[in-house]
């Protein structure tokens, strides 16, 4: 059924415009920030119902063992690479201009421009408590900026919460709807709600936390060395020790080694 529904799926953006690099059949964008702004701002109101997958080498191995959610990652307008890994492999394989681009880094820079451009946002995903926290930071730091927010249970929904919850996110008309469950979670309800929420959705994983100031993000001498995955693993090495043991050598053998 979900197969079914993708495919079906019109977007109202010509995908053909996004260049992509496909690694392990997960077509990742061969963009840069630059790139992706100006995209976004050019086709907003054409990209809503729709939704961007910001993708890593986890989710990226994740896709590669899981036929379902590698439709999932492919059946956005785009799954952008917020791994630095990716967009290494991707110069690699001559896309020169392609850069590592982050959820966080990629959430800053349209907060920026929505004081200017009237952007409404919706924060969805999380808990109260971190909700109140990033209401506190994005008001200091972006004032006058526009958004809700809303902690979703941590249960499956019942189709008539789920019918309540798009009519709240719908009534408030909001341009980008930011998504932050995690992964596979965040991935997997946009692809549920794609052409019935009204707004860009976009999965921006721990986003949340680090706007929040939950979590810090590595400094930005390891993160130009795409050695953040390295900093997150010292502040939580009980969730991620296996995480990165497990998908890291599935990708050095099948991306670096194999050229997938």
Sequence with gaps: MEKERLSVYKHRVDKKEVPICNILGVKIAAIDMEWLLDFTQRNISQLRGDYMCVSN????????????????????????????????VGRRRGFTEMKRTTG????G??????????????????????LEKLRTKLEKDYPGVKMEMYSPPFRKLSPEEDEEIMSKINATQSDFVWVGLGAPKQEEWMAEHQGKIQGFMVGVGAAFDYYAGNISRAPEWMQKCNLEWLYRLFQDPKRLFKRYLNTNARFLWNVVIKGR
Excluded: C, W
């Excluded at 994740?62 to 630095?84: C, F, V």
């Design 109 to 130: 820079e349209v907060l920026k421009l929505s004081v200017e451009h009237g952007y409404k946002h919706f924060f969805y995903g999380s808990t109260d408590e971190t």
């Design 104 to 107: 966080p880094d990629y959430m």
């Design 57 to 88: 080498v986890h989710t990226t191995v994740m896709s590669d063992q899981n036929p379902n959610y590698k439709r999932i990652q492919n059946g956005g307008i785009m799954a952008i690479p917020d791994g630095g890994p990716l967009s290494a």
